[in-house]
């Protein structure tokens, strides 16, 4: 009688109690999108409405900042799909052959804004108010990694308080990460999306809009990724995004339309 080898016995296990759970194993419509986190509620909104009209598709979100997106991506994980807060992180992925140039697209636009707590009593009207004593500790998301972050420095170094600022800046990992800090009263003052402020209303309110030629416009493209095995459903996705549908859902939640020839 011939010995099964114990991978194989362990497999076979594990594949009888999935049919005995009644759980089923990775379905050949499964997607997995790479999402930067600002675009959370507007992926989910707009994924639900995807699946609905879809059978058997289901998708798989991984949200975070957009450059640890990127890493990611470049280490090989399996993602169908990426959407990014800025040009960069999605540029240097098509250097590297690593997303499907003819399904880049950006889709919308967002604007650089400063929050403070609901409860904060500091005021902040203009950018120079951040060097006052009172502002002791003021948020950014980490510019080596979170498009807000390098919005942020762009704004402050154009309007010459990036060097004088550097004592008070406190790093985030993504910018829903700063907006909890500002949320928790952790921090005097945070540099967030306009979209991400909107979302959090009771907890944090908007002091002041940064100039916006004072930063690159904040472009969110998107694009399917290279190695995907379902190149037509991410491709379905992006169309959605782009369509009447997608936008209206995307207003409604403060994000602005793409601008005339971005990519």
């Known amino acids: ?15 009888a109690t999935l049919s005995l759970t009644g759980i089923p194993a990775r379905s050949a419509q499964e997607l997995t999108f790479s999402v930067a986190i600002s675009m959370k ?5 707009l ?5 609905q ?3 058997g598709v289901v998708l798989r979100y991984n949200f975070g900042s957009s450059g640890e997106l990127q890493k990611q991506i470049e280490a090989g994980a399996p993602v169908d799909l990426f959407l990014s807060a800025a040009p960069r992180q999605m540029d240097e992925l098509e250097k590297k052959g690593l997303i499907v ?3 880049r697209r950006v889709f919308a636009r967002n604007v650089l804004t400063i929050v403070k707590p609901a409860t904060s009593t500091i005021d902040i009207a203009k950018p120079t108010d951040l060097l006052e004593p009172r502002v002791t500790k003021i948020v950014i998301g980490n510019p080596r990694t979170v498009p807000v972050g390098q919005y942020a420095e762009e704004s402050l170094r154009a309007l010459g308080l990036w ?7 406190v790093f985030a ?10 949320a928790r009263g952790e921090v005097d003052a945070g540099f967030v999306y306009s979209t991400d402020s909107a979302i959090r209303r009771r907890d944090v309110k908007e002091a002041l809009r940064l100039p916006e030629d004072t930063y690159r416009p904040v472009t969110y493209p998107v694009a399917v990724v290279k190695d995907t095995r379902h190149a037509a459903l991410a491709s379905a996705f992006i169309d959605l995004l782009l369509s009447p549908e997608g936008q209206q859902v995307l207003a409604r939640l403060g994000f602005l339309p793409p601008p005339p020839g971005a990519r």
Request: net charge positive; proline share 6%.
């Open 173 to 182: 990992e993504n910018v829903r990460q700063a907006l909890d800090y500002v």
């Open 163 to 169: 060097d004088k600022l550097q004592r008070k800046l």
């Open 41 to 45: 509620e507007a992926t989910e909104e």
């Open 47 to 51: 994924g639900r409405r995807f699946m």
């Open 53 to 55: 009209s879809r059978a």
């Open 101 to 103: 140039p003819a399904t």
């Open 1 to 15: 009688m011939r010995r099964v080898p114990p991978s194989l016995a362990i497999i076979g296990v594990a594949l």
